[in-house]
């Protein structure tokens, strides 16, 4: 351990770190309130619009466009990451999570990545994966417009051919303590039967009509969500590493003061001892 001036010293520089770290804290915690309220004002839409599909499915046997399934020889990954660091693992366990399923679901097969925030792009072009595009505004001002634009991009891709399947890969928001490494099936649209027969419903449209229609806004829906779980999730970890650092941080400046304190009288000891030594020596 250093001298007394060193310790005080950092003392004071902890102490200024967990004042910043506490004052992190505090903002994402009130920005967690309003991503939270934000995606849980989305989810049951984003599942109704799901369920109507898959009804309308039952009553329509158009497998083109967009539910068009294709043999997977190049796919795209929409990877959703943050712009900023200080969020703990946020990152880095997206992209080991990526790996993963890359390796088992979708081995053999050609991918590239559209990064939306900046911060994963170096970790994926390390680990070997093709970045092809960064949207970072995206993350920074999130809204219904933009993705829109990002969403009609995407259905280009698939529908022109240049990918035969697009995934969406985010961390899916559970609560500010735990955030779930997930991915999903963008395009092409899963129609999932809700039961073995058919609806007997009158459609005014026809059922092929609402869903020419239904299903580009239940694209641009499913990416919207995502992007509102991603961002609540890279909120909840922020604010958890950041009481975790000013926790740390505490128990650092405890242990410090507790060893300043020590020295401290350590010194005051030693000085009362050579005065006392002295005193002798002059009476001798």
Known sequence: MGNLKEIRTRISSISKSMQITSAMKMVSAARLKKSQDSIEKM???????????????????????????RVKEKILFVFISSNKGLCGSFNTSLVKYLEEINSIKFKNIKSDIICLGKKAEPILKRKGFNVKEVHEAIIDSPNFEETVNLSNSLMNKFLTGEYDSVILIYNKFKNAAVQIPFHEQLLPIQRENLSAQKNSYEFEPSSFEILEELLPRSVKIKTYKSLLESIASENGSRMTAMHKATDNAKDLQESLKLSYNRQRQAAITNEILEIVAGAEALKK
Request: hydrophobic share 25%; aromatic share 4%.
């Open 43 to 69: 989810r049951p839409y984003a599942e109704k619009m799901n369920l109507l599909i898959s009804d309308l499915s039952s009553n329509d046997e158009n497998s083109g466009g967009l539910t068009n399934e």
